[in-house]
């Protein structure tokens, strides 16, 4: 039997709502809020002559007014709750990957509690560029726990924090009919075990892409060298550095297997569409499979590819 969903009040609702935007979205609607129904509440704070057959009016005006006089304080400190928690929780979506990127195995991410590895997850791609909206699918055996976009498509997301168990070919089906029921353009399955054969074999020329505990590791530790980089560069030339896009993990039909990270940097070239560096994948279908190819960093904004020497 499934767990009851807890109760909430309505302002609750409202502030995991806004704790769902960054915290400077937050603060900004609490101050859209204060704007607009402070002066509403001075509006209806002036008393006015009542005549015969108003009294409807009245009484709905002084409702509204109510209302607004309440809610011009409420709805910011709200809004500020969530933005305070919108904080918090990024703060704590950094720290993970500070921890498990600095881990020599993938075994720290076992410890994780099943929340703790859907925040990681959902970091792990949001370094990457995406947008990311966690939806709260239900927990550890739920549908879509994340749902990605950028460059104007939409990849879903299940996580399996499955630490004895590998995950079968049932769990990648299912995520399968719901990205064709909703019109996604990928999906990933990450969990911190294993695949099962079947699970692999049924992503071949599907935009369907399986992450594993070792392979998710990569990509924090590729996140995080990156973002130091960066952080360097910025420190070296006391300006604004644009940080390149990092390399998606995003699944295609053709191109699905990234580079290692340490591969070296000068055997990279431009992308000859966009001029971003390339990375350098594995042809999965189609004439070429199993061969190397070079592949856009900002795959799926930019397709273009080169061939490896």
């Known amino acids: 039997m499934a767990a009851r969903r807890k109760k909430t009040s309505p302002l609750e609702d409202m502030m995991d709502l806004v704790a769902l935007l960054p915290w400077w979205a937050g603060v900004g609607l609490a101050v859209v809020f204060y704007l607009v129904l402070s002066p509403l509440a001075a509006s209806f704070s002036q008393p006015a002559p009542v005549k015969p057959g108003q009294i ?4 709905q005006g002084a409702l509204l007014g109510g209302l ?18 919108s904080g918090w929780r990024r703060r704590l979506r950094r720290a993970l990957v500070d921890e498990v990127a600095q881990a020599p195995a993938a075994s720290t991410i076992d410890g994780m509690s099943w929340p703790e590895f859907e925040m990681l997850v ?95 590791l990569a990509m924090l530790q590729q996140a995080q060298q990156s973002r130091s980089a960066v952080a360097a560069v910025i420190a070296v030339h006391g300006g604004v550095h644009h940080e390149p896009p990092a390399p998606p993990s995003v699944p295609s039909g053709q191109a699905a297997a990234v580079a290692p990270a340490d591969a070296p940097a000068s055997a990279q070239p431009g992308c000859p569409k966009c001029g971003c560096g390339m990375v350098r994948r594995i042809a999965r279908t189609g004439n070429n499979a199993g061969n190397s190819f070079w592949g856009c960093s900002t795959f799926p904004a930019c397709r273009g590819v080169r061939q490896v020497d």
């Open 56 to 59: 409807g009016a009245m009484v």
């Open 122 to 216: 959902g970091e792990a791609y949001r370094l990457q560029g995406f947008q990311v909206t966690e939806t709260g699918g239900g927990g550890p055996d739920g549908g879509v726990d994340l749902v990605l976009t950028r460059g104007g498509e939409k990849f879903f997301v299940q996580c399996k924090h499955w630490k004895a168990f590998k995950v079968g070919v049932e769990t990648v089906r299912e995520l399968y009919g719901v990205m064709a029921a909703r019109g996604a353009t990928g999906g990933f399955v990450v969990t911190s075990g294993r695949f099962t054969n079947d699970a692999r074999l049924f992503t071949q020329g599907r935009n369907l892409q399986l992450v594993d505990g070792p392979r998710l």
């Open 68 to 85: 607004a006089m309440v809610g011009q304080y409420v709805a910011p400190m709200v809004c500020l709750a969530g933005a305070a928690l």
